[in-house]
């Protein structure tokens, strides 16, 4: 420091050269000073001091393999220490835990599942210990955790007000029995609203900044990206299509209350959407076609089976095809969004599904959103909690 | 200017100073240099200084009334000029143009209708003509002019892509033909975007930050106010409810294509919730029901007689809550805004109609949004047109 800088003037201005040469290592990684300087417009002077900070930090390291040059002087290599932190994703299902863990690079270096045991919050404790066993590493070395599960989440407490999927789970105290495991944050979000940023990070979006993803398998829920960012509603509510009533004739009468019974957390009952295109309705409706015979996945064979060609299949996803599309239909009315991703345990019926929400979709809406199938399957959860995961650990970054 | 001061430094600092004191003139109009420097922060010389730049401006002036202070200097109060520019907002309706002439201050000091003439874009200049001849100003006096109309307006032209509800409006040259009457600005924007930011300015929810008007006349759709601010959607055609089918049995078969028949403009028919809640068919419920004798306003006839406890009435308005409800009910679970307004002309229908709806509507969603009537009536777009006009000419302020 020098004598006449002021006492706050060179540690801020240090600081925000230091993030400066830290967001260019992380761009390049790995990267010469010359790169940085250029990258950073900062002086040589300037760039090594804050290398040698993030150095000392952890954060940054030489590359040994470049040290071998043999004429001249060599280049000194820097490359971002993405192992000196971990963030891990969760995603609590009604079934089964994933947890994954990824470097600060984002690079997932372990990954865990285990099926849901009688102590829901057990398995997740488990299923997470597991996962940073596998890596080699402890709670210590974790900088955020992220845990995906379906239901209402508040966002300011973390409590899960309404949790239809997963009786029991609401109003456990999950961020509590976590916290045990690590001193660094944990957070915990709706599944849905993780997987839109799952797919937005490494999946069918990459980048999009007007999505929505639906989720299509035993419950049926969107995800919404709006200017860049998740859309949670005023009271992380948004997105729950699963309830909307598109079915049910002109003067049908008034469904049970769905938020009284939800609030008791009795019940795990289906929402009209949900149960009109539900993988037993699916089951139901090929074996009244005759489409099939009994079979453990019948779901699946009947996408099989149409894929194929089999007429008394294609009529079926036909028929599931069009309610599905009159559902969505009321989204994209709403939303106008440019990009759609369809995910879910039914996307994976694949394009013979696809091709038929999508023919009978166009006639409903006014725009032509993209319409694609999810890229990332059932990880998108664990990746989207990692995605978010990762931008928490950001704020210990300089 | 100080000899020793940088050429660029008090040019940008006294502009920096002119717009602090010309926000605090315009938040205390009248205020006191006093309390412009406890305002603003500013030293007497700076506040001095900027007033008398924004007195060169046309942008404030002395109050003459407080000149006559007896005993002692007198204070010097100084007025923000809202005379110093006007804005014009405008509804483009399907059988009438109303435009409101505003000053500065959003304070509106003119306002004509008239009825829609066979050339739509003479009656629209006509009724902006008289409307600025009312106030004794001319086009050279507007900062800006917003026109709402039906339909899905492109943001970045201003063309009128789609216009169900004003056959031959789409396509047309509107913002050519209005930039013939003022140098200034002359936007379009869909008219139930602009209803939802009248009322959110000076109606029915002031300051919202999470708000959905749904309009419910002839035509029905919603305008959505995200973090504040408008969203309109990857297209400009975000909120259109009233193409929303949630009415059509369970395995109905697809409509005729909403895109295709309008784009080709040729037609106006409604979407299916429209048709489902309208004005005709709720006539039609009330004849057959015997509810009411053929009257001119059938449907103001009907809320009169169910606000007045007419039985066959209030089965009528019963019913066509329950089904509105349902459409409405798709909205709010996908967008879980805090507050909702219900404007267009069937909210004249008052309370006996709202708490109906309300009825129907809270089995159906899973979180608890304020539910209110529009508070402007057919004024909101107009208003809501004046208020975007007045953010667009700040602009023009220092």
Chains 1, 2 share one sequence.
């Not at 001091?49 to 390291?61: I, P, S, W, Y």
């Not at 009947?302 to 008394?312: I, Q, S, Y």
Request: hydrophobic share 50%.
């Amino acid at each position: 420091m020098q004598p006449h800088e002021s006492a706050r003037g060179p540690h801020v201005l240090r600081q925000i050269n230091s993030r400066a040469v830290l967001r260019a290592v992380r761009e390049r990684s790995p990267a010469r000073v010359a790169d940085l300087m250029q990258a950073t417009g900062l002086s040589r002077p300037a760039v090594t001091r804050a290398v040698a900070e993030l150095r000392d930090a952890g954060l940054v390291a030489d590359v040994d393999e470049t040290a071998q040059v043999s004429m001249g002087r060599p280049a000194q290599w820097i490359r971002f220490r993405a192992e000196a932190g971990y963030v891990v994703g969760v995603d609590v299902g009604s079934h089964k835990v994933v947890a994954m863990v990824a470097d600060l690079a984002g690079t997932v270096v372990a990954s865990r599942q285990m099926a849901t045991g009688e102590r829901l919050l057990q398995s997740v404790r488990d299923t997470i210990a597991e996962a940073l066993a596998k890596a080699d590493l402890t709670g210590e070395d974790v900088w955020a955790i992220v845990v995906g599960t379906p239901g209402i989440v508040e966002e300011s407490s973390g409590e899960v007000l309404l949790a239809p999927g997963i009786p029991g789970l609401a109003h456990l105290p999950v961020l509590d029995e976590l916290r045990t495991i690590t001193p660094s944050p944990v957070l915990i979000e709706n599944d849905i609203n993780l997987a839109v940023l799952g797919e937005r990070w490494c999946g069918a979006a990459v980048g999009s900044d007007s999505l929505v993803f639906v989720h299509w398998g035993v419950r049926i829920g969107a995800g919404i990206i709006i200017d860049g960012k998740p859309y949670r509603g005023a009271n992380g509510a948004a997105g729950e299509i699963g309830f909307v009533d598109v079915f049910s004739g002109l003067d049908g009468p008034d469904p049970a209350p769905l938020l009284g019974a939800r609030a008791a957390n009795a019940v795990s009952e289906k929402g009209a959407f949900e149960h009109a295109v539900g993988a037993q309705t699916i089951a139901d409706l090929a074996h009244a076609a005759e489409a099939l015979a009994p079979s453990p996945d019948a779901v699946a064979a009947v996408f099989a089976a149409a894929t194929e060609g089999d007429p008394a299949a294609l009529e079926v996803v036909d028929r599931i095809a069009a309610r599905f599309a009159r559902g969505l239909a009321a989204l994209l009315l709403i939303l106008d969004p440019r990009e759609v991703i369809i995910g879910g345990g039914l996307s994976r019926a694949g394009e013979t599904l696809l091709a038929a929400i999508d023919r009978h979709l166009r006639p409903r809406i006014l725009t032509s959103p993209r319409l694609v199938l999810s890229d990332l399957g059932s990880d998108a959860v664990a990746l989207g909690a990692v995605r978010r995961a990762l931008d928490h650990a950001e704020q210990r970054l300089p």
